[in-house]
């Protein structure tokens, strides 16, 4: 399957998922994994909630648009190796819907979204709460998996010149690209 470029939305949309989700993933391991203050401790914990409450509305307009254009892409047509990519990508997404549900159900305490306006925790139940955590947890967990899986793929096309890098930059998005899809 021959891919055009993607739309400067769905660039945008992807670096600045790629943004949240990172550091979130990486500050939220760092604390957790490293003795820290109390007060960095607390910092990261603010930021990277009121962040990813912010990227939510975000997520779920780029969730919209992969799906979308998978809808519309001509699935019948791809190769084992494209169907393989759109398989990791759906669990990718999948994924981060995951880890952004059990982040906001496993509040316990009111999320405050950078001072501006605060939202009533979902749960109260102790248990349920501790449920989400766990959830939240692994999937932090499997999701790092996969986007190391991810960005080694990248590597790798890019070493057999399959330019996945040219056709996400920011300079060329919405620019016709006739290279395979693999």
Not at 53 to 65: C, G, M, S
Not at 95 to 113: N, S
Not at 116 to 136: G, K, M, N, W, Y
């Amino acid at each position: 399957m021959t891919v055009s470029g993607y739309s400067r939305q769905r660039v945008l949309l992807h670096w600045l998922s790629a943004a949240v989700i990172l550091w979130a993933l990486m500050s939220g391991f760092f604390v957790a994994g490293f003795e820290v203050s109390a007060q960095i401790r607390e910092l990261v914990a603010f930021f990277n909630v009121s962040l990813t409450t912010v990227f939510i509305p975000f997520y779920v307009w780029r969730l919209f648009l992969f799906f979308t254009h998978t809808r519309f892409s001509g699935m019948r047509s791809m190769s084992l190796v494209e169907v393989l990519a759109l398989f990791v990508h759906t669990l990718i997404y999948l994924l981060i819907g995951t880890v952004l549900v059990t982040g906001v159900l496993m509040m316990d305490r009111p999320i405050d979204v950078f001072g501006v306006i605060e939202i009533v925790q979902p749960l109260s139940d102790p248990r349920l709460i501790a449920l989400f955590v766990t959830v939240h947890a692994w999937s932090c967990v499997v999701l790092v998996l996969l986007l190391a899986a991810h960005i080694g793929a990248v590597f790798v096309h890019e070493a057999c010149n399959h330019r996945v890098l040219r056709r996400m930059s920011l300079r060329r998005c919405g620019k016709p690209s006739f290279e395979r899809l693999e």
